[in-house]
């Protein structure tokens, strides 16, 4: 699928330069791929506003065509498909392989920009002293980690399969393949599972894909073709993450099963992707209630 040449341009600076910001955090910053080593979305550019590594850093996007801001939230479609080749989704990158910046598409600011995440420093009595970037502690990302446009973790009604509200943000998805996508790339991928995360009480669903033009996409059409050292290395990862500050592991559903029995087929992966664009159309017709006050859409 072609795309503008400003695509290519913006999105790989973006990247660059936010990768370089995370060196001094101790980053790997494996060089962005180009790309065309990606199925892109069409007919959108991302524009990079501030300082890398600052509160204050933003990637927004506009429709190539009129140049009128898009969030990539709302305005974007999931486009989840089902063929004989497997299932289909754009996702939303936001966090490139190898980068420690906790980066993610803001649902309660204007245009839903992709941002830096923010920490609390505290004094010895728990008063806040400032609010600093965040970024992970427990080592760089293992994975492209993104979002499904037009999907919505519930955080007013709970889960269907977990029975417990959502996070209240879009579906996450991460991406196993080789090339390092870079931040604000829009692309699809092929979905092979699926991992109900729980975090503090909170569904967090991770969609689990493969870039769709990676060698192996072919190859790969469950979770389990995934090398198993690299299934239990994503599975940990996001389980224990959340260590290195002190706190302790996360959780899947259920708690008390074998980690093999975590992981949810492509099939059940797209019927959450489709319970989670039910959800979203609440945000969008006004009947969500209480639970999306605070969230950000486009006027209609």
């Not at 990637?59 to 089902?82: A, N, R, T, Y």
């Not at 955080?155 to 996508?181: C, M, Q, R």
Request: hydrophobic letters at 35%; charged letters at 30%; glycine letters at 8%.
């Amino acid at each position: 699928m072609n795309m503008s040449i400003s695509i290519v341009l913006v999105v790989l600076a973006a990247a660059l330069v936010s990768c370089h910001a995370d060196v001094a955090a101790g980053a790997i910053c494996p060089k962005p791929a180009s790309p065309k080593k990606f199925n892109v979305f069409p007919d959108y550019e991302v524009k990079e506003d501030g300082e890398p590594g600052t509160l204050d850093y933003k990637i927004e996007f506009f429709d190539k065509e009129s140049g009128d801001q898009i969030s990539p939230w709302h305005d974007i479609p999931h486009g989840l498909e089902s063929t004989k080749e497997g299932a289909f989704v754009w996702v939303v990158n936001e966090i490139p392989k190898g980068d420690l910046a906790k980066m993610e598409t803001m649902a309660k600011r204007e245009g839903n920009p992709i941002q830096q995440d923010d920490e609390s420093v505290e004094d010895a009595d728990g008063e806040e002293l400032y609010t600093r970037p965040r970024y992970y502690g427990y080592g760089p990302s293992l994975v492209n980690y993104g979002s499904i446009p037009q999907t919505w973790e519930d955080s007013g009604n709970p889960d269907e399969i977990t029975e417990e509200i959502g996070d209240g943000d879009p579906l996450d998805s991460l991406d196993i393949g080789k090339a390092v996508a870079p931040m604000g790339l829009v692309y699809k991928i092929k979905i092979l599972g699926a991992l109900p995360l729980m975090d503090s009480e909170e569904t967090d669903w991770k969609i689990v894909g493969i870039n769709e033009m990676d060698p192996l996409a072919e190859e790969y059409s469950d979770f389990s073709d995934i090398p198993e050292e690299k299934r239990e290395a994503i599975y940990n990862w996001f389980r224990d993450y959340k260590t290195a500050a002190g706190k302790g592991q996360l959780a899947y559903h259920p708690i008390d099963a074998d980690p093999e029995e975590h992981w949810y087929s492509p099939k059940d992966a797209v019927k959450i992707i489709k319970a989670k664009n039910a959800s979203w159309k609440t945000l969008m017709d006004g009947t969500c209630g209480e639970a999306c006050e605070e969230i950000w859409m486009p006027e209609t």
